[in-house]
């Protein structure tokens, strides 16, 4: 695959795949730590819920916050939808 056809959601599961237990983020004011493997399921999960609810593919999301990991989350799992 080309890199410009990568989209973050991509990438991401590339990374799973090829090394999931790499770290991938950390947060440490909160004391937090995410393989590319731990972030991917928590992502995974947010996409499926955000189908759920009837957001699909050319829908726009928003979200205002600081960076925090929950923003993170969000802009992959949208990726992936």
Same mark, same amino acid.
């Given at each position: 695959? !080309?890199? +410009?056809?990568?989209?973050?959601? @991509? ?7 090829? @090394? ?5 983020? $950390?947060?440490? @004011? &909160?004391d /937090? &730590? ?7 399921? &928590? !992502?995974? /999960? *947010?996409? %499926?819920?955000? /189908?759920?609810i009837? =957001?699909g %593919?050319? @829908?726009? $999301?928003? =979200?205002?916050? %600081?960076? $925090?990991?929950?923003? *993170? ?5 949208? +990726? %992936? =939808?």
């Open positions: 695959m !080309v890199f +410009s056809e990568l989209t973050i959601g @991509d990438f991401l599961e590339e990374m799973v795949e090829k @090394d999931p237990n790499q770290e991938f983020m $950390v947060y440490p @004011d &909160r /937090l &730590r995410f393989t590319y493997q731990q972030f991917d399921e &928590r !992502v995974n /999960l *947010l996409a %499926k819920g955000l /189908l759920e009837g =957001i %593919k050319g @829908d726009h $999301v928003g =979200i205002w916050a %600081k960076n $925090v990991p929950d923003w *993170l989350t969000l802009l992959f799992a949208t +990726s %992936k =939808i």
